[in-house]
């Protein structure tokens, strides 16, 4: 008797079972009809993060292999963690790993708020047109090629450049800045700052606009002046978009771009500017060191995957703002 009811509940389950995946298939059918062209529009981003991020997943097992490039990628011997053991024992891990977050941890303490710091005197402004020209000034930075950046860079900061002409008026010896590995973060990390902080304030000049204005009118009513209002009303207003910046910031404390690194370093500055990205450049490309590269490349997102996590988690248990 049990058993017949047990079978019979199996029964009456599976229909309700096809009637959720049929609804499932009519809602997707629905919405397809309904936002056809969103679909549309989807599909060539899907495709390239299909193409060119989840598809080269498949090469990251060469990081495990004594990859050739006659054999293939299938055909090459496979090393285990041959390729790991030798980066974490080379004796230059501990001056790439110590460049790279020093770099990054100098741009999240001075550069992650510059952009902040200046959205909200952006917001102070109330002349609309010299506003304007503020913040065009701040923005044509981002659009100079970092080559650019890294000539004019070259020119001003030689011996014989405009800064050693200005600093000279003063009775101050030339300096060699970008031949002392002392001032190479300092230029590295302002450099970056003057190139992205008009940029970046322009995410958070968006989220100060989405800020209800009545706020700020019972904050006035209530006796608060300008600073009170930008510390109570705008801060808080904003903070869902600070804390989102900042956690994808932490995923990126193991990575800095190569491209300004290599214009801007060289071997007597290796000990401040070195860098993983850097490493990975010249045994990778200049050493053919395929097998090698893709180890540490993994390495690289793993802890970068493992940082973003870690953030997001204690941001979450300490505020009500997450990423996910």
């Known amino acids: 008797?049990?058993?017949?009811?047990?079978?019979?509940?199996?029964?009456?389950?599976?229909?309700?079972?096809?009637?959720?995946?049929?609804?499932?298939?009519?809602?997707?059918?629905?919405?397809?009809?309904?936002?056809?062209?969103?679909?549309?529009?989807?599909?060539?981003?899907?495709?390239?993060?299909?193409?060119?991020?989840?598809?080269?997943?498949?090469?990251?097992?060469?990081?495990?292999?004594?990859?050739?490039?006659?054999?293939?990628?299938?055909?090459?011997?496979?090393?285990?963690?041959k390729h790991f053991e030798s980066f974490f024992n080379g004796i230059y891990f501990w001056r790439l790993i110590k460049n790279t977050i020093l770099l990054n941890v100098y741009d999240l303490v001075f550069g992650f708020p510059a952009a902040i710091v200046l959205a909200l005197l952006l917001n102070e402004i109330r002349q609309a047109r010299f506003k304007r020209v503020v913040q065009s000034i701040s923005y044509l930075p981002h659009f100079v090629s970092i080559v650019v950046v890294a000539g004019l860079m070259v020119d001003f900061l030689s011996r014989t450049g405009l800064v050693n002409q200005i600093i000279g008026i003063f009775g101050i010896e030339p300096i060699d800045f970008l031949k002392e590995?002392?001032?190479?973060?300092?230029?590295?990390?302002?450099?970056?700052?003057?190139?992205?902080?008009?940029?970046g304030s322009i995410v958070y000049l968006a989220a100060i606009s989405t800020i209800d204005p009545?706020?700020?009118?019972?904050?006035?009513?209530?006796?608060?002046?300008?600073?009170?209002?930008?510390?109570?009303?705008?801060?808080?207003?904003?903070?869902?978009?600070?804390?989102?910046?900042?956690?994808?910031?932490?995923?990126?404390?193991?990575?800095?771009?190569?491209?300004?690194?290599?214009?801007?370093?060289?071997?007597?500055?290796?000990?401040?500017?070195?860098?993983?990205?850097?490493?990975?450049?010249?045994?990778?490309?200049?050493?053919?060191?395929?097998?090698?590269?893709?180890?540490v490349g993994l390495f690289n997102s793993v802890i970068s995957f493992i940082l973003i996590v870690t953030a997001n988690t204690v941001v979450k248990r300490i505020s009500e703002n997450k990423l996910w």
């Open 1 to 81: 008797m049990t058993q017949h009811a047990s079978d019979l509940g199996v029964r009456r389950a599976e229909p309700s079972r096809n009637v959720q995946k049929t609804s499932w298939l009519q809602t997707i059918r629905k919405d397809w009809k309904r936002h056809w062209a969103i679909y549309l529009m989807a599909i060539p981003v899907i495709a390239y993060y299909l193409i060119f991020h989840y598809g080269p997943m498949y090469g990251l097992q060469i990081a495990f292999k004594e990859y050739s490039p006659a054999k293939g990628i299938l055909g090459s011997p496979w090393v285990g963690f």
């Open 214 to 295: 009545t706020l700020y009118e019972a904050g006035r009513m209530d006796g608060a002046n300008r600073w009170k209002q930008t510390l109570h009303i705008t801060i808080p207003g904003i903070m869902p978009t600070i804390v989102i910046l900042f956690i994808l910031q932490m995923g990126n404390m193991l990575t800095v771009g190569s491209e300004k690194v290599l214009l801007l370093y060289n071997p007597l500055t290796y000990d401040t500017a070195d860098v993983i990205s850097t490493y990975v450049y010249r045994k990778g490309v200049l050493e053919a060191s395929y097998g090698f590269t893709a180890a």
């Open 181 to 199: 590995a002392g001032w190479f973060r300092f230029l590295f990390v302002s450099s970056g700052i003057w190139q992205g902080i008009g940029w």
